[in-house]
């Protein structure tokens, strides 16, 4: 009479581009649910107002509109330049503690997760163009661009609205009034096509950071986090803590088989895995997703964890 023999089904292991969508989907689905943890109030995309309530007094992490009609917190970058300008207080001292504490909590890992703006240019970039990789075609010129968010941090958010305190033309927030894309798309142009009013007070500026925004969004498109990138002040804040943060990308140097996958899947354009702990990495997951060798990961862990290679 015959044994049977049985034979175990073979474990399937998903392969690399399985692991990285099922790790998109994972962060796109949380980024849409923080968006809309704060930005609740949905009654304020119809009627046109502002939510003026008690949770307005506290920021939220990323960069998120005051003006927005569905926002429920203040912006930090907001409430930063009205503290440096405004005489009434010594010093916005709760705002800056808060970025501090963002900063050394996650990081920007703010930026790849929590902040509203960063996630729509995660969308614009799914749109299906050829991309353009200018850390890689135009090496200097990208390296060049990314002092440009530190630039924007020390002169129109720090400096400039300081000044405002020993000159009243100076008084103003100067980064959102001026450049920032986030305040245009998600608070101006809403603001504006649902109040009939504001459409008729329309000037050069809603004119130039219209323009502004636009110009930023196609770079979007070609460039992935674009705006993160090169002109973010908020990246470039969170970004300083990177290298001490709680929340870390690890790198296991001895199971690296130097493929290269994780730096062409960075949207940021990081010479990964040397860079791990780059100020410019948003933490993502994309290249652990797609590392063949699991030697990279991400996660709350103590600067000085064994066994993790420091690559800068």
Same mark, same amino acid.
């Given at each position: 009479?015959?044994?049977?023999?049985?034979?175990?089904?073979?474990?399937?292991?998903?392969?690399?581009?399985?692991?990285?969508?099922?790790?998109?989907?994972?962060?796109?689905?949380?980024?849409?649910?923080?968006?809309?943890?704060?930005?609740?109030?949905?009654?304020?995309?119809?009627?046109?107002?502002?939510?003026?309530?008690?949770?307005?007094?506290?920021?939220?992490?990323?960069?998120?509109?005051?003006?927005?009609?569905?926002?429920?917190?203040?912006?930090?970058?907001?409430?930063?330049?009205?503290?440096?300008?405004?005489?009434?207080? &010594? @010093?916005?001292?709760? /705002?800056?503690? =808060? $970025? #501090?504490? *963002? +900063?050394? &909590? @996650?990081?920007?890992? /703010?930026?790849? =997760? $929590? #902040?509203? *703006? +960063?996630? &729509?240019?995660?969308?614009?970039?799914?749109?299906?163009?050829?991309?353009?990789?200018?850390?890689?075609?135009?090496?200097?010129?990208?390296?060049?661009?990314?002092?440009?968010?530190?630039?924007?941090?020390?002169?129109?958010?720090?400096?400039?609205?300081?000044?405002?305190?020993?000159?009243?033309?100076?008084?103003?927030?100067?980064?959102?009034?001026?450049?920032?894309?986030?305040?245009?798309?998600?608070?101006?142009?809403?603001?504006?096509?649902?109040?009939?009013?504001?459409?008729?007070?329309?000037?050069?500026?809603?004119?130039?950071?219209?323009?502004?925004?636009?110009?930023?969004?196609?770079?979007?498109?070609?460039?992935?986090?674009?705006?993160?990138?090169?002109?973010?002040?908020?990246?470039?804040?969170?970004?300083?803590?990177?290298?001490?943060?709680?929340?870390?990308?690890?790198?296991?140097?001895?199971?690296?088989?130097?493929?290269?996958?994780?730096?062409?899947?960075?949207?940021?354009?990081?010479?990964?895995?040397?860079?791990?702990?780059?100020?410019?990495?948003?933490?993502?997951?994309?290249?652990?997703?797609?590392?063949?060798?699991?030697?990279?990961?991400?996660?709350?862990?103590?600067?000085?964890?064994?066994?993790?290679?420091?690559?800068?």
């Amino acid at each position: 009479m015959p044994v049977s023999s049985t034979t175990k089904s073979p474990i399937h292991t998903p392969k690399p581009q399985e692991r990285l969508k099922k790790s998109e989907q994972k962060r796109n689905l949380f980024q849409t649910g923080f968006f809309l943890l704060t930005n609740g109030q949905l009654s304020g995309y119809v009627t046109g107002q502002i939510y003026r309530g008690p949770a307005k007094h506290m920021c939220v992490p990323g960069l998120n509109c005051y003006s927005c009609p569905g926002a429920l917190g203040a912006c930090p970058m907001g409430s930063l330049q009205s503290g440096l300008y405004d005489t009434r207080q &010594l @010093f916005p001292f709760y /705002v800056l503690s =808060l $970025l #501090c504490f *963002f +900063g050394l &909590l @996650f990081g920007r890992l /703010v930026c790849g =997760l $929590l #902040c509203p *703006f +960063g996630f &729509l240019q995660d969308l614009l970039a799914k749109i299906p163009v050829k991309k353009y990789r200018l850390e890689v075609q135009k090496p200097q010129l990208d390296r060049t661009l990314r002092y440009f968010k530190y630039a924007i941090l020390l002169l129109l958010v720090f400096m400039l609205p300081f000044m405002g305190r020993f000159l009243p033309s100076f008084m103003k927030p100067w980064f959102c009034k001026y450049v920032c894309p986030s305040g245009t798309i998600l608070a101006g142009w809403p603001m504006v096509s649902l109040n009939p009013s504001l459409q008729g007070q329309i000037g050069w500026l809603f004119g130039w950071k219209s323009l502004l925004a636009i110009a930023i969004v196609v770079g979007a498109i070609f460039i992935p986090r674009f705006f993160c990138r090169y002109l973010c002040p908020l990246g470039a804040f969170y970004g300083l803590f990177n290298k001490f943060a709680f929340f870390r990308l690890s790198y296991q140097a001895s199971s690296c088989i130097q493929c290269g996958a994780c730096k062409r899947t960075c949207p940021m354009g990081i010479d990964m895995p040397r860079q791990n702990q780059s100020a410019e990495c948003v933490r993502c997951g994309r290249c652990a997703a797609v590392c063949p060798t699991s030697c990279l990961h991400t996660g709350f862990k103590t600067p000085d964890t064994p066994g993790v290679a420091k690559c800068d």
